[in-house]
């Protein structure tokens, strides 16, 4: 059985920092592809940002590119979600997931991840 977790969520103002984290367990997760996706209210779930195993392959949304940065702990079943310069629009229920079959490429596909968290809600306020 596989968990992921997710954590860091919260309200910030416009121009606002966050970091998101997710910690996963139930497997080895050192050679996995770990990604972010998020739904806001009305929409439908949409790719934020992904890694592969050994951070040195990064995929971001266009629309999140140079204001985020996704990374992975030292103890590989971990990944972060750095949110600088937050806008309104960036406001959603943020979730973690990883791709089981995939170590080297990130993929930015939401059908390519196996298992997903719960999400953590993330507010912008203008």
């Known amino acids: 059985q596989v968990q992921l977790v997710e954590s860091g969520g919260g309200l910030v103002q416009t121009g606002g920092s966050l970091r998101l984290s997710c910690a996963a367990s139930?497997?080895?997760?050192?050679?996995?592809?770990m990604g972010w996706f998020r739904q806001a209210p009305g929409k439908e779930r949409e790719f934020v940002a992904a890694?592969?195993?050994?951070?040195?392959?990064?995929l971001y949304a266009d629309s999140v590119k140079g204001r985020f940065t996704i990374s992975r702990g030292n103890v590989k079943n971990t990944v972060y979600l750095q949110m600088n310069s937050l806008k309104p629009e960036d406001t959603a229920v943020y979730y973690c997931a990883v791709d089981l079959s995939r170590s080297i490429r990130a993929t930015m596909r939401q059908y390519d991840y196996d298992y997903w968290g719960q999400g953590t809600q993330v507010t912008v306020s203008s």
């Open positions: 890694i592969n195993w050994s951070a040195d392959n990064t």
């Open positions: 139930g497997r080895t997760f050192n050679r996995y592809v």
